[in-house]
């Protein structure tokens, strides 16, 4: 049966029943079916597709203006949803997992079986109360982590967009956008959707977009709308009637590629990326544009490549889960000797009593007593893995958390941003990181480019000297040069060699002919807002901060046309033609224009890469271009990027002969491109080199030497962009994190599989030649290959080395035969850089170290295109930068400033760390020194599942005795000051390798618990068993036992926390005085008359404490108690500080003995490279728009021009552009705000050993 006859089928039942139901006729009905059932026949095959979609959408079929239609689809709506709960599913979900820790798993069945009475010797609320307590305060600290996330998606999902709904623009929240909406976005609003760009305010249907949170770029991008779709305008009448239908890809993660087809009155229409407007993205310069909704909400590809809200455990959290399983073994074992001891006990000894207990025939089994005795012992002992320590831990965290969020040297007091720790649950984790994956623009870079320096006819610009004649570090207090002569100067351009103004004013040629290349040499768009107020659009921001040099140094750009580029030349408007544009592209590496000035003469301006430019100068220039050459390269040793300028006069009669062959081959059907280049090859020869600009990529403060202090706390720092391969590495070098007196720098750039195979093989060959060369001479080739698989081989490389990959090549490098060795070489090199990644990549690279290496990942990044990352790694740190708040919102924490990270880690991070290995060893101490008494006792009272304490001595032991100095400890604890972690970075190594708090750790820590348990109760009674009062009575009754032992533990376990404690405050003294004396106070109050007297059940023994405590005896025994104890174990630190010290121990050592002194900050010296890499930004720069440009389709013009060549001819009418809308001018603005630098070069053990 065909879909069309399944319909008949169901509906006619479906009639049938309703006018059953109704109490109608059925004739009366079934027109109204038969009718219908011509358009049901039609959703038949609409249906068939839709089963498809559900299951997996194969292709997507979108009709504007129809919402019936789209809904009959399920497409997603245009909600997103960050958070991992709802008020539904938030209680079973967050159950499930904080009863993944076993531990929680594990007290639930002990308070099962604390209800059975016949097995049970302590009252069930000792366990439920603690129980629900943990499970309560860890929900309450998820519901109020989620309720941020729920609050920050609705400050999303509410944003207002106007949308076309039944022939009207109304305002709707973003999340009740629907698929097949019209919408109308305008100029600096983000697009709410993934839309089909329809019709715009710019002619041809163009607008601009910001792509920055999709690619980190700031740039600006163009979209063009289909020629049929932009001639519906703004007309709303025409757009309501619109009723295209298109056929596309369904949802993918792919943000460079859009597949689809428009069908509108019965043509079709190819549809591609450049037509596509992605959510994420920013309307820039355009006043307005409509778009049609093809992907909504979470189907959009910004989404898409956000990967989904994980539960993150720290390493702490899943070995804990395992010593529980341990421990969890270890209370079977010994419950299975107990009962083993209490079924033999009951054979031989117990037998004998039956007769008197009056027990039950079964009962009076010595197997089924071993069986209950078990049970008992299972309860007693449980306390080994008490429940008030997961209370603790998340205490602890929570004030860690806290500590985070109040640190003021991690507040950016510019955009008044703290530092926040969105999640409470992975502080200890920030001190264990190995690899930091970050994110270039926004995270490293400001995205401001400042026009930094400049050679003109063989001098150098841009350095400020004394009287002296030395060289002056700029510095904010540095004074600026005075632009007030120019009254269309940017007031935010900054430049400190007043020489190049006195140039100017002095009109020398060159001078203004260099800043006269700069103002025609682009092809950036000006908007002028109010007289004088100007605001350049530029395709990269070094043109942008190019043309705002010309602009501050007296040659302001002023207007354009496709025709024209008036200029404002020391006050005076002068107006260009421009006869043509030469534009950049990925070969070239270079620009051009052709114009002809107000006196007729012919003149090409050029700028480009240095290597390209030198190589079509005329000879006489040699000498010229050997002494720019030397500044180039100063230039670029200091990081900056660098353009060498070049121009040619041209020869009326040559450039018409020239013009015909360059119409001639624009209009080419074969191998136009090349055809073109060479042309423009053969008019860009013989050029006179003016000289060269130098550009700062503006790095935000304190990169550098962030970067350095964390490589020398042996962290890898990667850098995955979406930048162009040249920038990405420009940025390496400005960073330090490439130098020139590296090994290699290897570039893998293969396009295939076996391409990029054979460049990594070669890679690690290179590297490991050495490495193999030095090892083969032990004639030992399998400790060779040991360590070539091991860490400890990685550390044994001396030599430095580098990898740089592009996008393509690692889409191969990522695919299961090639990862390994990826990652072999990738651990290998000291830098790797990867650029032109999607966001899914960085993702994958992420998931990869963390598979493959075990180690502790951190991923920062401040956009969009860095949330899939931010998921995926351990830790997500968040930039609140200028690409918006996605990153932010996706992140475990977040600050403003790349240059906090280091505090985060190294002093939060590491103490953290720190704090909660402390607190965790002593916790398991305690109580295994607490518990295993009841294992002790066990064989000295006939296995009889008797306490050694009463039941409220063990109730309120974790609770109040004991509780608030081990979280006093583990809330302030310092091992080294802030001052000296930052200084010695090596001090964060012992979290990379798990040194604090291990399996070999907690072993110790429990072996330790043991012996004093087994020191606590056998001292207490060997000294009991004949002991006697001052006046002959005795003395060893049971009650007196145990609060002599039950004092001698709360002594010891406090000076034990007092040994522990390095760091001591008012609130350790307060917590542990006070608890010593809250326990007296309670045990006195426990055994006296009054409580007796108002509970005498549950407080029979009066006075027992009194009569006990006040024979100097039982205090003799308590003291030589305590000694025993803590003396091995101070013996043992003594003798392992002083012969075996760790570098904490030296720093701290070195710590108190200058103390007294102020600790000498010493800065990170800046190391001043020298790099031959130059010209970054020609080689970085895309193709420009210089064909939208001369062909005048991006301007709004008054006289259509017929020309479509890519180049202007001097018959065109003259055309002005009238609005290009708000946007960012790239300036030389400088941040304010510096690194305070508290940290040194790297020290060495022999370092400290020397001092």
């Known amino acids: 049966m065909d879909g069309a006859c399944l319909w008949d089928c169901r509906l006619d039942h479906l009639c049938l029943l309703h006018a059953a139901s109704a109490a109608l006729p059925i004739p009366a009905v079934f027109p109204t079916v038969r009718e219908t059932l011509r358009i049901c026949r039609r959703w038949a095959d609409i249906m068939a597709i839709w089963k498809k979609d559900v299951c997996i959408e194969e292709e997507r079929h979108v009709r504007a203006n129809d919402r019936d239609y789209n809904e009959r689809f399920s497409y997603a709506d245009n909600r997103i949803k960050t958070a991992k ?71 999303v999902n509410t944003r207002q967009s106007q949308v076309l709904i039944k022939g009207k623009l109304q305002n709707e929240k973003w999340m009740n956008v629907r698929v097949g909406d019209i919408i109308k976005l305008e100029n600096n609003q983000f697009v709410a959707a993934d839309l089909l760009l329809l019709s715009s305010s710019e002619p041809y249907g163009l607008c601009y977009i910001e792509t920055a949170e999709l690619d980190g770029e700031t740039n600006l991008k163009v979209r063009q709308a289909l020629t049929v779709t932009s001639d519906l305008g703004d007309d709303v009448t025409k757009l309501a009637d619109f009723n295209g239908e298109v056929i596309c890809e369904p949802p993918n993660n792919k943000l460079d590629k859009f597949t689809g087809t428009l069908y509108w009155n019965d043509n079709k229409y190819s549809l591609d990326n450049e037509k596509m407007l992605l959510r994420g993205c920013v309307l820039r310069n ?56 209490n079924t033999i006990w009951e054979e031989k000894v117990g037998s004998n ?85 970050s994110d270039k623009t926004g995270t490293l870079t400001q995205n401001i480019m400042v026009f930094n320096k400049c050679s003109i006819n063989g001098k150098t610009y841009g350095e400020v000297y004394d009287e002296f004649g030395h060289k002056v570090d700029i510095t904010e207090k540095t004074p600026c040069v005075d632009f007030s002569f120019n009254p269309l100067m940017d007031r935010k351009f900054r430049f400190h060699d007043s020489s190049l103004v006195e140039a100017i004013k002095l009109e020398e040629p060159l001078v203004q002919e260099f800043f006269r290349l700069l103002a025609l040499c682009h092809t950036v768009m000006p908007e002028e807002r109010n007289e004088g107020e100007l605001v350049y659009q530029a395709q990269s921001p070094d043109e942008g901060a190019l043309v705002t040099a010309a602009r501050n140094f007296g040659f302001v750009f002023r207007s354009r046309t496709p025709e024209t580029i008036t200029l404002y030349e020391m006050g005076q408007p002068v107006t260009y033609q421009l006869l043509a544009i030469l534009d950049f592209n990925n070969i070239r590496k270079r620009m051009s224009v052709i114009v002809r000035n107000p006196n007729g003469q012919l003149r090409l301006y050029s700028k480009g890469a240095d290597t390209i430019l030198f190589d079509r100068l005329d000879p006489s220039n040699e000498e010229l271009m050997y002494t720019t050459s030397e500044h180039l390269n100063e230039f670029a040793g200091e990081g900056l990027r660098t353009l060498a300028l070049a121009y040619k006069d041209l020869d009326e009669d040559v450039f018409d002969e020239w013009m015909k062959q360059l119409l001639f081959a624009s209009t080419a059907l074969d191998n136009r491109e090349e055809k073109l280049g060479a042309l423009y090859e053969e008019i860009e020869q013989g050029m006179m080199l003016l000289g060269a600009t130098a550009i700062e990529d503006k790095l935000q403060d304190g990169v550098p030497e962030t970067i350095a202090c964390l490589t020398l706390a042996n962290i890898k720092i990667w850098v995955l962009t979406g930048d162009k391969l040249e920038t990405a590495m420009n940025i390496g070098y400005s960073c330090n994190m490439l130098r020139d007196d590296m090994n290699e720098v290897f570039i893998i750039s293969g396009h295939t599989t076996l391409e990029v195979q054979r460049e990594l093989r070669a890679a690690k060959e290179t590297i490991m030649g050495p490495s193999r060369d030095k090892f083969s001479s032990d004639a030992n080739m399998e400790k060779t290959e040991l360590y070539s698989s091991d860490s400890v081989f990685e550390e044994t490389i001396i030599a430095e080395y580098a990898l740089v990959i592009n996008g393509h090549s690692l889409a191969h490098a990522l695919e299961a035969d090639l990862e390994q060795i990826l990652v072999d070489v990738a651990c290998l090199c000291k830098t790797v ?151 010695y970075p090596n001090l964060y190594r012992p979290g990379q390798l798990n040194q604090l708090f291990n399996k070999r750790k907690f072993f110790i820590c429990t072996l330790h618990g043991v012996c004093t348990s087994f020191i606590l109760f056998f001292i207490p009674y060997g000294a009991f068993m004949s002991a006697v009062r001052e006046d002959g ?77 006040n024979q100097k005896f039982v205090w003799l025994v308590i003291f030589l108690t305590t000694v025993v104890c803590i003396m091995p174990m101070v013996a043992v630190r003594f003798i392992k500080t002083d012969c075996y010290p760790t570098q904490t121990d030296k720093v701290r050592l070195l710590q108190q003995a200058t103390r007294r002194q102020r600790p000498q900050e010493q800065n990170l010296r800046r190391v001043r490279r020298t790099s031959s890499r130059r010209s970054a930004y020609a080689f970085a720069h895309q193709q ?48 304010d705000a510096g690194l305070s630098r508290e940290f040194d070069q790297k020290i060495t053990v022999e370092d400290l050993e020397d001092r």
């Open 286 to 341: 355009t006043e307005w544009c409509f778009g049609l909704v093809i992907f909504a909400g979470l189907q959009t590809k910004l989404m898409q490549n956000c990967g989904r809200t994980k539960f993150k455990r720290t390493s702490i959290d899943r070995l804990m889960n395992t010593l529980v399983l341990w421990i969890f073994g270890f209370l079977i074992c010994m419950g299975i000797i107990l009962a083993i001891g």
């Open 1184 to 1231: 420009g728009y210089g064909e939208l440009i001369t062909s005048g389709r991006n301007m709004k013009v008054h006289t259509s021009s017929t020309s479509t060549y890519p180049l202007s001819s001097p018959e065109r009418r003259p055309a002005t552009r009238d609005s290009l809308n708000d946007t960012t001018t790239t300036t030389g603005v400088t941040n």
């Open 833 to 983: 850089i990867c650029c032109r990644v999607t966001p899914l990549q960085k993702a994958l690279v992420v998931e990869l170290i963390k598979r493959h290496k075990r180690a502790v990942t951190l991923a920062i990044g401040d956009g969009a295109n860095d949330v899939s990352m931010i998921k995926t790694a351990h830790i997500g740190v968040g930039i609140s930068g200028q690409e918006g708040m996605q990153a932010v919102l996706a992140s475990d924490y977040s600050f403003a400033q790349f240059r906090y990270l280091h505090r985060l880690l190294l002093v939060h991070g590491r103490w953290s760390y720190h704090r909660m290995c402390n607190f965790l060893c002593y916790f398991f101490y305690k109580n295994f020194a607490f518990t295993l008494v009841h294992f002790w006792y066990g064989f000295l009272c006939g296995f009889s599942a008797q306490t050694v304490y009463d039941q409220w001595f063990i109730t309120l032991f974790n609770i109040v005795y004991t509780s608030l100095p081990v979280l006093a400890m583990g809330m302030f604890d310092q091992d080294v000051n802030e001052q000296f972690s930052l200084r």
């Open 85 to 155: 709960y709802n008020v539904f599913t938030f209680l079973p979900t967050n159950l499930f997992e904080q009863f993944q820790r076993f531990a929680n798993a594990y007290f639930l069945v002990l308070l099962i079986l604390q209800l059975i009475p016949e097995i049970s010797s302590l009252s069930w609320f000792t366990t439920i109360v603690p129980l629900v307590l943990v499970l309560a305060i860890t929900a309450v600290k998820d519901a109020t982590d989620d309720y941020f996330r729920h609050k920050s998606d609705q400050q």
């Open 353 to 437: 009593f039956w007769a008197y207990l009056q027990w039950k025939e079964l009962t009076s089994n010595a197997i089924f007593s071993g069986f209950l005795t078990f049970w008992s012992y299972i309860i007693i002992l449980n306390t080994v893995v008490p429940i008030s320590l997961y209370v603790s831990v998340e205490v602890l965290r929570l004030g860690h958390s806290y500590f985070i969020n109040w640190d003021r040297r991690m507040y950016y007091s510019p955009k008044d941003t703290p530092a926040e720790a969105r999640t409470t649950t992975l502080n200890e984790e920030l001190g264990q990181v190995e690899f930091i994956f």
């Open 1033 to 1109: 009575t005795n003395i060893s009754d049971q009650q007196a036992f145990a609060v002599t032992i039950a004092t001698s533990l709360v002594i010891v376990v406090s000076v034990q926390i007092g040994i522990d404690t390095n760091f001591w405050t008012a609130v350790n003294h307060f917590f542990i005085w006070g608890s010593l004396a809250v326990y007296f106070a309670i045990l006195f109050a426990m055994h006296s008359n009054g409580i007796y007297s108002i509970f005498p059940n549950q407080f029979p023994f009066i006075g027992t404490a009194r009569n006990s405590l």
